[in-house]
């Protein structure tokens, strides 16, 4: 009886999780180096800028110190018509931008001259900012600059003394100077270009990586496939040969593998706990290595030294499954499959559910299995007969929630497992490991 459950993630999905991870990690990357590619390059180039107007603005101060040594020093109404004729060079307003308004002052801070742009005369926000740099000046008596954004508009604030070689100071100047918006549109556009450039680079790149690395991972799958295969067939192999070396056939371990599958489907466990049921469940005999011929074979009933001997199945069988890192979780069922419910059993002598999970289901599948079964020593048992001790030994040797679930399913399970050959038993085995092996293997 084979049950549709819901998959964790495969072979399949662990290929589509790296191409979706690909895919958003390139475009993240992309857009992350972008952008920090645009914001660097804008800022290269408003720095150029700003080192071009101070360049201008430097120009200006060599003026006004050459105008401090000419009579029109003293006349207003000259020293800004030269002003007003130094700030009309097209050079400057077509390819940086243009003084906005310059304030000279003599050496007692006394405003000598002004010059405002009538087009477009400073707010009293850009005001404000020459107000505070003109603080500083008087503060430290040295070149104050500050750079502003208004309206989109970059504006370079300076307040300088001007020095005369062999005088000293003999006049400050406050000036604002905006950028030219051509200039900073060109900027922006080029720090835009510079953004797109690295995208599509990256973008790109992550393109022509994306089949490379999926081919790669593509034979990791099938690596990790066939590796999967290989152990199945190991651990096969050897539960074959630990069912004949106590006189029994491959079949039993089929079978009580279904009915263990089949029980632990109707009870929803998870997909990756029934891996190693069904580990366990092939191995879970394995011990008997360990357990000489003479006990392992007696006729008769066993002494209580001999059935001493034998209860160090369990001990044998969990030091060599511990000795494999992937038959780590087969553990639970080849330790604990001859615990009783009741704590009567072997070999921890647990009690309820501290017995693990799947050893409870296997022990109901495993005695399900054998006293339906012929034996060299017995009969097999109807499903009558079998279900009624099942339900005889609920609460004392079995779970009795897993009888009441397994009650429900064990007349299908025996209609279509209890009479088949090896080899159609092996084939339905062979869906199992499919669903639960290939596509359920999880990828580190």
């Given amino acids: 009886m084979v049950k549709t459950i819901d998959r964790t993630m495969n072979i399949r999905t662990f290929h589509q999780k790296i191409a979706g991870r ?65 700030f009309m060079d097209s050079e400057w307003s077509e390819n940086l931008g243009q003084f906005r308004s310059v304030d000279i002052y003599n050496n007692n801070f006394e405003r000598i001259a002004s010059v405002i742009d009538p087009q477009s005369p400073p707010s009293e926000d850009l005001n404000n ?46 000036t604002i100077f905006s950028v030219s918006p051509k200039v900073l549109s060109q900027a922006r556009m080029a720090a835009y270009w510079s953004a797109a450039g690295v995208f599509i680079m990256i973008l790109l790149t992550t393109v022509i990586l994306f089949p490379v690395i999926m081919s790669l991972t593509h034979r990791m799958g099938n690596l990790a496939l066939n590796l999967l295969h290989s152990n199945m067939e190991t651990l096969e192999m050897l539960g074959s040969a630990i069912s004949k070396r106590d006189s029994d056939t491959e079949t039993h ?46 006729p008769g009933r066993l002494d209580s030294e001999e059935f001493e001997t034998i209860k160090n199945q369990t001990r044998f069988g969990l030091d060599m499954v511990n000795r ?75 779970d009795p929630e897993l009888v009441d679930a397994f009650s429900g399913i064990a007349p299908a399970l025996y209609q279509n497992f209890s009479c088949r050959d090896d080899h159609s038993l092996q084939n339905l085995l062979s869906v199992i490991r499919e669903r639960y092996f290939r596509d359920h293997t999880v990828i580190h």
């Fill in 22 to 86: 690909m895919a958003g990690a390139g475009l993240i990357l992309a857009l992350v180096s972008g952008g920090f590619s645009g914001w660097y390059q804008n800022r290269i180039l408003m720095n150029e800028i700003s080192q071009k107007a101070v360049l201008v603005m430097g120009q200006l101060d060599k003026h006004v110190a050459q105008v401090t040594q000419t009579p029109m020093w003293q006349e207003k109404s000259r020293l800004e018509q030269d002003l007003n004729a130094f």
């Fill in 129 to 174: 900012q020459k107000a505070s740099a003109s603080l500083a000046l008087k503060a430290n008596m040295t070149r104050q600059q500050d750079t502003c954004t208004f309206q989109g508009v970059r504006y370079i604030i300076t307040a300088t003394p001007i020095q005369v070689t062999g005088i000293g100071t003999m006049a400050y100047v406050e």
């Fill in 253 to 298: 371990n089929y079978r009580v593998t279904l009915y263990a599958v089949s029980l632990a489907e109707t009870v929803g466990l998870e997909p990756l706990k029934i891996q190693g049921l069904i580990k366990g469940a092939f191995l879970h005999d394995v011990g008997k290595i360990g357990v000489q011929d003479t006990i392992l074979h007696k």
């Fill in 324 to 398: 494999s890192q992937w038959l780590d979780d087969a553990n639970q069922v080849v330790a604990y499959h001859h615990e009783r419910y009741d704590g009567s059993g072997y070999f921890a002598g647990l009690v309820g559910d501290e017995i693990p999970m799947v050893a409870r289901i296997f022990t109901i599948a495993n005695v399900f299995d054998a006293l339906t079964s012929k034996r060299p020593y017995k009969e097999p048992l109807s499903l009558d007969q079998t279900m009624e001790i099942l339900h005889k030994d609920k609460g004392t040797h079995f």
